[in-house]
Structures are given as C-alpha cells and as structure tokens.
C-alpha cells in the first residue's frame, strides 16, 4: 500500500499515491504419509537403526492480484499501472496443481567402545514439499515487467552425513560431530531489486563442519561448560542471486553466488561458561555464572553485500543469586553484553531506496543486538 504522501512526490512516484495491490491466495493440500523404523542389536555392543518415510502430496493454489486505486488517487489508470509496471508489479490471475512423490530414508549406526563411550554415524534425506509463491507481485510468463514473478516452486531435498562420538565420564561429558549435508533444488528468496520477493529452486548448497561441546565438573559446585563450532556453508550453484547497490549482474539480471559463504554463516562459533554454587546458611545458597559468546565475521544481508560486514566479536555476560537451597525463591542481578558490542543480526537495502534516488544513492535497516543490559529478577515457585 503506498500512501498519500506520495502523492507530494514527483513524477512518477506521485502517481502511487493512495494507491495499493490487493491478493487473495488460496491452497489446498492432501496428504498421505507412511513410516517405519526398527533397530537391530547387532552383538551387545553394535547396534543399527532403519527406517524410510514416503509421502505422497497433492496441491492446488490460486493467487489474484490487483492494482486498486483509493479517493485521493487521480492520475489515469493506465499511467498507475505503467508505474506499478515499473515495479515489476501487475494485476494477474494465476492457478495452478501439484503432485509430488519423496521418499526418505534413515540408518544410524551406533558402536559401544566402552560403556562411557560411543561412536556413531549417519545418514538421512529429508524432503521439503514444493508450493505456491504467495507473495509474488506478476506472472511467470510476464513480458510488461522487467523482472517477471514466481509461482509455483518443486521440493527441496537435502543429504545428510553425520559422525561423531559421545562421552560421558564421572566428572567430564563431551560431545563431537563431523557433519556434512548437501542441498539440491534449495528453496531460496529471490528479491528483484525493486519491492518483490520470488520464491524459486535457484540453488544447490552445501554445509559442512565440526561441533564440540563439553561439560566438566571440577569440584564440589564448580563447573565449566562450552561449545565449540567450525562452519563450511557455501552454495555450490546459485546464479540467480540478488545483486547488491552498484554490484554489476550477469546476463540474466542477476548475480552469480556459485562458491561464496551465505549469509549469517560464520566460520567460528561457541560459547564458555563457569558456574559456581555454594551454601551460605543451612537454608540459602548463592550461585554464579560467568559466560562468554564468541562468532567470527560474517556478512548480515541476504544478498551478501559487504557493506553488512559484521566483524567477529566476544559478549560478555554475569549473573549473581541468592537462592533457597530447594529453589523456591531467588534473587539474581543478570548483567548481558556487558562489553556493550554493537552486534548486527541482520541487515539489508531499504525498499525502493536506490529507486527513489536514481541509483544515486542507497539506505540501509538493520536489527542489531541488545546493548548492554542490567536487570533484576525475582523468581516464586510454589
């Protein structure tokens, strides 16, 4: 919906003024689904687990858009499409009727070495049913858009690996895993540099790594825990990427991602904390935790742009309480970010901004972490 203030805007723009794209969608699906899974204790020490599932899904959806005007809007219907046009946007009817089949198996294999360790490995496929693209603003088959629409995406799979041990000791527990899984037909958003969002199966992916985590007990009321993680996620083939501000797109209107890191995927992640509980009376007891999460770079926008970089960071975080032993009541002062990182979860272009400006210029939103935090807390159990 564009408001009147457009319509303070100069041409073109102020003929969206009081002016929106009503949609309404509709979808229907059936299901049929079937599974099975058994184990078989090997000898004492060595076991297997099987199993599949299949599903057989039926779709049909619909999507109807049109461009409306309100009271306030006087330019000519012709001259508000055009604009919205421009947009890649555009009044439309579409319909449309799925059928899809998958079949995903499963087998874990599990190995006793000792009865505080054991080692394991898998491997499973899961599917994720195609649909209909509810939010795109033209057809397909468009050819009075620049960028035409989306509506109907296949299903995406993925193949996992996986192996690792376990550990669990008196006073130590320790977890590791290698894994790896391979995306094909991923199910990606496909902005188109205007207002629109595109769901299609543009890429192919593959994440890939290792992840510790342990807990060790090393006196009466004192513990340290932590995690650890290395991560490898790349797409291995997505060339109908989202180009960001001046970037300059391929042959397709797009940008070729094939071999960058996606977004939000830092190469280097965990966390450590100390815990400390003790009794102070026959009834009371104070505990303390001291934690620390750390990440690596990585770039906050979809579309990778390297202006998001968000550079690698430490946050710091403290809590003190005075317990009942039974917990039934507590006090805690809880301090988060105490080195008050500026951390960005994510960013991205402002809508239309490189619009408005002619690609002259560019604006940027972001969420950002909380900054530093001291609170209170007060907890009743009864």
Not at 44 to 50: E, F, H, K, N, Q
Not at 152 to 170: H, P, Q, T, V
Not at 365 to 374: E, K, L, M
């Amino acid at each position: 919906m564009f408001n009147p203030t457009f319509l303070a805007l100069g041409a073109p723009f102020n003929a969206l003024g009081d002016t929106r794209n009503d949609r309404d969608y509709a979808q229907k699906s059936d299901l049929i689904s079937g599974f099975a899974q058994g184990e078989f204790s090997v000898t004492d020490r060595l076991r297997i687990t099987a199993g599949a599932r299949f599903n057989h899904e039926k779709k049909s959806g619909s999507r109807t858009l049109a461009v409306v005007q309100g009271p306030l809007s006087t330019a000519p219907a012709a001259v508000v499409a055009a604009v919205f046009r421009a947009l890649n946007i555009e009044s439309h009817s579409i319909s449309g009727k799925i059928s899809e089949d998958s079949f995903n198996p499963m087998v874990n294999v599990q190995y006793d070495v000792t009865d505080d360790l054991m080692l394991y490995a898998s491997y499973a496929k899961g599917t994720k049913a195609g649909g209909f693209d509810i939010r795109s603003n033209s057809l397909p088959t468009s050819t009075t858009v620049a960028k035409p629409g989306a509506f109907e995406f296949e299903d995406e799979s993925a193949d996992n690996f996986e192996a690792g041990l376990k550990y669990k000791g008196r006073n130590v527990a320790l977890n590791l895993s290698l894994y790896r899984t391979d995306y094909q037909d991923l199910q990606v958003n496909i902005f188109d540099g205007t207002l629109n969002f595109n769901v299609r199966n543009a890429a192919e992916a593959r994440t890939q790594g290792v992840e510790a985590d342990f807990r060790a007990a090393l006196a009466d009321g004192l513990t340290v825990s932590g995690a650890i993680a290395y991560l490898d996620f790349k797409f291995t083939n997505f060339t109908d990427g989202q180009c960001y501000y001046l970037q300059v797109p391929g042959a397709n209107g797009f940008c070729d991602y094939s071999g960058k890191r996606n977004a939000l995927s830092p190469k280097w992640s965990g966390n450590l904390n100390v815990d400390y509980t003790t009794p102070v009376t026959a009834g009371v007891k104070v505990a303390f935790n001291v934690n620390a999460d750390f990440s690596s770079s990585y770039i906050a926008a979809a579309n990778l742009d390297p202006r998001t970089h968000q550079d690698g960071y430490v946050k710091l975080g403290a809590r003190l309480a005075l317990a009942e032993v039974d917990d039934r009541w507590e006090v805690a002062l809880i301090g988060r970010n105490l080195t008050n990182q500026r951390i960005l979860q994510t960013a991205s272009s402002m809508p239309l901004a490189t619009t408005i400006t002619r690609n002259a210029g560019n604006a940027y939103n972001g969420i950002v972490d909380r900054p530093r935090t001291i609170a209170v807390q007060l907890t009743g159990r009864f």
